[in-house]
């Protein structure tokens, strides 16, 4: 809390350790378990390397790899000492929110956010991955003192396994929410059929829906075969990726067949929002005449969903959420930090939301609490 505010960081992040792939895993595949290479930073498994927070390599050179932990891991020690000191246990993460002033946080992975980005995982191993950290992250939200809110994680690899486990989560962890990223598995995009059942089953249990890209999946990206540069594809996929999910869950209709479904897009400003919903619509004004002779199935403009269903999350930076929010409202706007990532502006991201121009402190606490219980479903 910053003086008489009260907020919720609706997209904080944890570092996961290793030893939740092995005991947290179900025995039958622990030795397929993710190990570690290097120090804090990699793991490998089933042939591939993951190299937090840069990419996937297939065959990756171990030396390599140890070199690229030991960068990542100096620049946490360095960022984030004291959580650092504490391989960012749940009393680390509590010391670092006072510091911030977050009373509540919903928890996203970091380590997760690649683990189940392949085509190639076993979808067997894919739905215990996800059980596993499932169940160590529903442990370490146990010992937050009531301010640590587990988001489930879910393996798309096996649609049907994933209604399940997103079932369980909602009725024995007590999950608000559950993540996917933007990325097709599968080739699937988010209005398949197959994932039918995740949307009924989330949608019955009221528990949202997150949409959260990141770095170098071994999946289809809208810059892969275009863009190299680590940069300039950070600054493409998030905003991009969440526009195509946008389209696929609104227009693809799967927010008409389920109104009950809330979504949220993370980690990728909310500067995008007017423009593509503006376009949406138009597209489906025109639809049935000069825009390509195809039939929607929407009863509503794509906006109307958007505003009905769907939340984006505003960077503590954005100078332009005066201008968005006489666009769109203030009702479908959350906060977030992206702590503990390195381009988090922790401890000071809250101080910069509150220095926006434009916007008035009502409408700030509207932002910083009132819409984030709303979007996880939260009393108070």
């Not at 919720?8 to 792939?21: F, G, K, L, M, R």
């Not at 959580?83 to 997760?112: C, H, N, R, T, W």
């Amino acid at each position: 809390m910053k003086g008489a505010t009260r907020i919720v960081d609706s997209d904080a992040h944890v570092i996961e350790p290793h030893h939740i792939w092995t005991d947290y895993l179900d025995p039958a595949w622990r030795d397929r378990a993710p190990r570690p290479v290097g120090l804090t930073f990699g793991f490998e498994f089933d042939g591939y390397t993951i190299n937090l927070p840069n990419q996937w390599t297939p065959d990756a050179d171990a030396d390599g790899v140890a070199l690229i932990s030991e960068r990542i891991q100096s620049t946490y020690a360095e960022l984030f000492p004291d959580a650092f000191a504490q391989s960012f246990s749940p009393d680390a993460q509590l010391v670092d929110m006072d510091k911030e002033g977050i009373d509540q946080a919903f928890l996203y992975p970091s380590f997760g956010l690649f683990v189940l980005a392949t085509d190639d995982i076993d979808p067997g191993l894919a739905a215990a991955l996800a059980r596993a950290y499932n169940s160590w992250l529903a442990d370490f939200c146990a010992a937050g003192d009531g301010r640590l809110h587990g988001v489930a994680m879910l393996a798309l690899q096996d649609p049907v396994a994933a209604a399940s486990e997103a079932r369980r989560c909602a009725e024995e962890l007590g999950f608000r929410a559950a993540f996917v990223r933007p990325n097709p598995v599968g080739g699937r995009n988010f209005d398949d059929p197959a994932y039918d059942g995740i949307w009924q089953v989330m949608s019955d249990h009221a528990m949202a829906l997150g949409i959260h890209e990141g770095g170098f999946p071994r999946l289809p990206q809208v810059v892969k075969g275009r863009l190299t540069h680590p940069e300039q594809v950070h600054i493409c996929c998030h905003p991009m990726e969440q526009m195509i999910s946008a389209v696929s869950l609104i227009y693809g209709g799967v927010l008409e067949r389920y109104p009950g479904l809330k979504v949220a897009f993370l980690e990728a400003g909310c500067g995008w929002v007017p423009f593509w919903l503006h376009r949406m619509d138009e597209h489906w004004e025109n639809s049935t005449g000069r825009n390509f002779g195809v039939h929607h199935t929407l009863s509503v403009p794509p906006s109307e969903y958007f505003r009905r269903q769907c939340y984006v999350s505003a960077d503590a930076g954005e100078y332009m959420l005066a201008q968005v929010i006489d666009l769109i409202g203030t009702d479908r706007i959350v906060f977030s930090t992206d702590y503990p990532h390195p381009d988090s502006p922790w401890p000071h991201a809250v101080e910069e939301f509150l220095g926006l121009p434009g916007v008035s402190d009502a409408t700030k606490q509207k932002i910083l609490w009132d819409n984030a219980m709303s979007l996880y479903g939260m009393a108070g």
